[in-house]
């Protein structure tokens, strides 16, 4: 089973729409949550990181269920340029590692 | 202030080598990690370095190994390279531990022919 899971898409959705992404992690010791973004061909760029109470960065929201252990993003708003693959990612103690989600791929259309 | 530098940009070498990517972090950054990724996937963790020391290691053969130097930049090294080895190779570096969000650089691209 891999340590973290997402729906790689693709999500098409019109300017000005909503979407969330969900994110599934196997490993209930995991004690950091992030969510990025890679654009094509680009590096891994921070979007957030995930707090459980949640958390909110202008049209974007996190949040995380330790009971269910998923991760969310919302996004409100879509613009074209939120266009881009979106990576969750699960940090655990042992052994330091950070785990990725195979992520999740969005075009924004006009 | 400089972002996660990786060199060199683009790597093309043939089965059997090896090869050497290297990493600078963010200033002040002491912790460096590498990961592998293929297209169409996420980045699959090879190896965390904080402190000149291994801290963490993926599920990748032994032809893998890195280092990391007083000064906090890193190495990896991969030995007998193999045409699945075709990948990006990134650099990742925070203040810490995973509980700090890491920072990317841009990437080795290697091509195994």
């Known amino acids: 089973r891999k340590e973290v899971e997402q729906d790689p898409g693709p999500f098409n959705v019109p300017e000005g729409a909503t979407v969330a992404f969900n994110c599934t992690y196997s490993?209930?010791?995991?004690?950091?949550f992030f969510w990025y973004r890679q654009d094509c061909r680009k590096e891994p760029k921070l979007l957030m990181s995930?707090?459980?109470s949640g958390n909110e960065d202008g049209r974007f929201t996190a949040q995380l269920n330790r009971a269910s252990q998923y991760i969310s993003l919302l996004i409100r708003d879509s613009k074209l340029s939120d266009s881009a693959t979106y990576l969750c990612?699960?940090?655990?103690?042992?052994?330091?590692?950070?785990?990725f989600g195979t992520g999740t791929s969005l075009t924004v259309i006009p | 202030d400089a972002g996660v530098t990786q060199s060199p940009t683009h790597l093309i070498k043939t089965r059997g080598q090896q090869v050497t990517l290297r990493c600078s972090p963010i200033?002040?950054?002491?912790?460096v990690s590498w990961y592998q990724q293929v297209l169409g996937q996420g980045p699959q963790f090879i190896f965390q370095?904080?402190?000149?020391?291994?801290?963490g290691r993926g599920n990748f053969p032994d032809r893998f190994s890195a280092r990391q130097f007083p000064n906090y930049s890193s190495e990896l090294n991969v030995n007998a390279l193999l045409l699945g080895d075709s990948a990006l190779y990134l650099c990742?570096?925070?203040?810490?531990?995973?509980?700090?969000?890491?920072?990317f650089g841009d990437g080795t691209r290697l091509s195994i022919l």
């Open positions: 995930v707090y459980s």
């Open positions: 370095y904080y402190e000149k020391e291994e801290r």
């Open positions: 490993n209930s010791a995991s004690q950091s």
């Open positions: 990612v699960v940090g655990l103690n042992t052994g330091n590692q950070f785990y």
């Open positions: 200033s002040g950054h002491k912790s």
């Open positions: 990742a570096s925070s203040p810490w531990d995973v509980s700090q969000p890491q920072h």
